[in-house]
């Protein structure tokens, strides 16, 4: 039985100029393997810097899309910053994650080869011309491509849990205004209400409508 999948291919960017691959490749692993423990479905890294998470829950797929480039740019080296395309495509797939080969998998790999000065694509292939996804995830990507390594930080740890400014300053060893301060920077509230948005967008029509 076909069902709505998300499938994520993203390559690091500027990865030969890297110097400590180890930790690059580390930080990948450990980050796609995250998020498979939260949500399901399958991920792996491929060709050294390439990457490809296929999830059964369409809904949280933007949201894995940004906890991928927020780990990559708080991890960051200090003289270079890391950071992927990624390219999101949502529909229908009625072989399964693990076949790997079907449709939405080569939708999104096609769309990360059009990636050339933006970072961030999403295709949905039951409304490829709708606007509006397109128009924010232009948004989404020009919000990211300005944080620092510390908002990158600040966001990672955000969303991986709900909890109070001033936790997160005690787990980090700063402030509470520090952390107002990088989350103001990261833009966090329109970041929240622009995810909620692509959670609902992409979420499976089956579990919209229970």
Known sequence: MARRIAVLTGDVIDSRKVADT????????TTLA???DRHGG???RYRGDGFQLALPQPGAAMTAAVQLRAALIQHSEPHQRWDARIAVAVGQEDRGIAAADGEVFVRSGQALDTLETRHLAVVLLEAPDEACPTL???FLDDLIDGWSRYSAEVVTLSLDRATT???LAERLGI???SVHKRLRAARWELLVDTLAYFERRLADRESRNE
Request: proline share 4%; aromatic share 0%; net charge positive.
């Open 136 to 138: 924010l995830t232009r």
């Open 34 to 36: 995250e998020l498979v």
């Open 165 to 167: 400014q001033q936790a």
């Open 22 to 29: 180890r930790r690059l490749h580390r930080v990948l692993d």
């Open 42 to 44: 399958h991920g792996e």
């Open 175 to 177: 402030r509470q205004p």
